[in-house]
């Protein structure tokens, strides 16, 4: 049974270069540009991972990471974040992250990191 990961960013780029990497080892469920909408697709398909930016409008990838974790506390999380947002990135483990890629998001960075946390 392939895992089924939900692709979070508030940049349609960027969702689209992480939805081109995961499609295949995973399969993709769904696209949320901000953390509301990723809440709401979280519940409506229970993904196994998330792909999760860190800085979006109405609810930042931080506080949506801490509402999925308090629904599902074994989802995977794994937050894509700016070289320079380090502090965001230990308030995003607070949070629940399980792990984390750098943007420009590398696949051969992040199928792994998917991959290592789901299993």
Same mark, same amino acid.
């Given at each position: 049974m392939t895992d089924r990961v939900l692709v979070v960013d508030d !940049? &349609?780029?960027?969702?689209?270069? @992480?939805r081109d990497a995961l499609e295949g080892p995973f399969e993709v469920v769904g696209e949320a540009e901000n953390g509301v909408e990723a809440v709401e697709l979280f519940e409506a398909h229970e993904p196994d991972a998330v792909s999760m930016d860190v800085? +979006?409008?109405? +609810? *930042?990838?931080? #506080?949506? *990471?801490? #509402?999925?974790? &308090?629904r599902r506390p074994d989802a995977?999380?794994? +937050?894509?974040? !700016? @070289? =320079?947002? #380090? %502090?965001?990135? +230990? %308030? /995003?483990?607070? /949070?629940?992250? =399980?792990?984390?890629? *750098?943007?420009?998001? =590398?696949? =051969?960075?992040? @199928?792994? #990191?998917?991959? $290592? $946390?789901?299993?």
């Open positions: !940049s &349609s780029f960027q969702r689209t270069v @992480v800085v +979006m409008p109405e +609810m *930042t990838g931080i #506080e949506a *990471t801490r #509402e999925i974790k &308090s995977v999380v794994v +937050m894509c974040t !700016s @070289v =320079d947002q #380090e %502090e965001k990135l +230990m %308030e /995003a483990v607070k /949070a629940g992250a =399980d792990g984390y890629v *750098t943007k420009p998001v =590398d696949p =051969d960075e992040l @199928v792994p #990191e998917i991959r $290592n $946390n789901l299993r």
